[in-house]
């Protein structure tokens, strides 16, 4: 059957990368357009619409695993080319964007990492800077938090690193350091200090903790769950810290109206949007989405799931981590043990059955991309084609079809 060059292209952008890297080997034109930025856009924006071409990534004590979820045959399989593989310390994932991993060790060794290409780039190390005032022997501890993904503004991707710095005197200092690391430019730069920008929301003396080391991206920011401190001391208020990646600032961002305060509340994505989850008394969690990005008025309340009823296996803590392809279930994540979907209209449950998987876990999504590492500028969401390079990719994919040329659909 012969097709037109045009269908040929729309066929192929709703592959999987491992076909498209296959035939990348049919002909020049074919491999010149699977690999330009139009097409790798095409592609990715497709699969995240579609909610296709998903993978789980495991990560246990020492092993980072995938798990097709496309696949009928749920198989835990080991990222043998994992960039930061080490016998002393594991690889942790710190974000997931477009297709990209973020992998850090605990030596501090950062990689930006294709699972579905197996590109990687390792990240140049950036020193500790101390405040001026302080020394080693003032600081009585410090925590570190990391946050990954894509500043469309600059058509670049981005590493946010902040530290927080804790003193034992009585009022219990707080200083704090954050770089960001831009792919385009291959370096790290310091910026305005977190929170102080912060400060004129919260109390005198109080600033945001963040709870949870690694951030989720959503809409241009990353964003982290904080509890409000001051002179040592919680006052038991929760805010979601996002930090905008284009801007290269912090704000923070309105949370939904609960049904109660007796929750432990969490930040994650679904679809492409933030969402909060509320784990409540080891008995449900309930998820809401934002709709509007910053607009408080659109949260959404998406789903209650009460445990033992709508879920029948005895659990502590649920996370929401991505739609099926019909949007009608949400896959959960369950206290690092299993994962159901999880019926968003019949309010039931599947448990799902992973073959070789660790028996504790940490769970990321990642989406079959062909997102490149070439400097940050490809490859992207937000890129934007002219008419005149259409025309040019329409001329040079035409070349290799014959009127009589027949492509095999498979």
């Known amino acids: 059957m012969m097709l037109f060059p045009e269908i040929t292209a729309d066929i192929l952008s709703r592959l999987p990368v491992k076909s498209l890297k296959r035939f990348r080997c049919v002909s020049k034109s074919w491999c ?16 995240s619409q579609a909610h296709t071409h998903l993978n789980l990534i495991l990560r246990d004590a020492t092993n980072l695993c995938t798990v097709d979820l496309d696949s009928p045959d749920f198989t835990s399989i080991e990222l043998k080319n994992n960039p930061l593989k080490s016998d002393d310390c594991a690889t942790e994932v710190m974000g997931s964007c477009n297709g990209l991993l973020a992998l850090l060790n605990s030596d501090f060794s950062i990689a930006l990492y294709n699972p579905s290409t197996r590109e990687k780039k390792m990240i140049p190390v950036s020193p500790l800077e101390l405040p001026n005032d302080l020394d080693d022997s003032k600081v009585s501890s410090l925590f570190n938090f990391y946050g990954f993904g ?13 530290i927080h710095f804790y003193g034992d005197s009585p ?11 831009s792919l385009k430019s291959n370096s790290w730069k310091r910026i305005d200090d977190y929170p102080y920008d912060l400060r004129f929301i919260l109390p005198p003396d109080y600033h945001p903790r963040c709870r949870r ?15 409000v401190v001051g002179k040592g001391k919680e006052n038991g208020s929760d805010l979601i810290v996002a930090f905008d990646l284009g801007a290269e600032e912090f704000k923070i961002i309105p949370q939904p109206d609960y049904s109660s ?6 930040v994650g994505v679904l679809g492409g949007c933030l969402c909060v989850f509320c784990n409540k008394n080891c008995k449900q969690v309930e998820i809401w989405v934002m709709k509007e990005y910053g607009v408080k008025e659109s949260w959404t309340h998406l789903c209650t799931v009460i445990a033992q009823l709508q879920v029948k296996e005895f659990w502590l803590y649920a996370r929401p981590l991505a739609y099926s392809k019909g949007g009608d279930k949400i896959l959960l994540e369950l206290d690092n043990r299993f994962f159901v979907w999880y019926d968003l209209r019949r309010r039931k449950s599947k448990i799902i059955r992973i073959r070789g998987a660790p028996p504790i876990f940490i769970a990321e999504i990642c989406v079959g991309s062909l997102v490149t590492l070439n400097g940050g500028g490809e490859g992207q ?4 084609d002219t008419q005149e390079k259409r025309k040019t990719r329409k001329k040079r994919f035409d070349m290799d079809f014959e009127p009589n040329m027949a492509v095999d659909v498979i």
């Open 171 to 181: 009022d219990g200092f707080f200083h704090c350091e954050v770089k960001v690391y």
């Open 213 to 227: 080391g690694y951030g989720v991206f959503a809409n241009s920011a990353v964003h982290w769950k904080a509890t």
């Open 261 to 266: 305060n007796e929750h432990e509340m969490n």
């Open 381 to 384: 969401t937000s890129g934007k």
């Open 32 to 47: 010149k357009e699977i690999d330009s930025p139009y097409f790798i856009n095409t592609h990715l924006k497709r699969s």
């Open 150 to 162: 894509h500043d469309p503004i600059n058509e670049d991707y981005k590493v946010v690193r902040f």
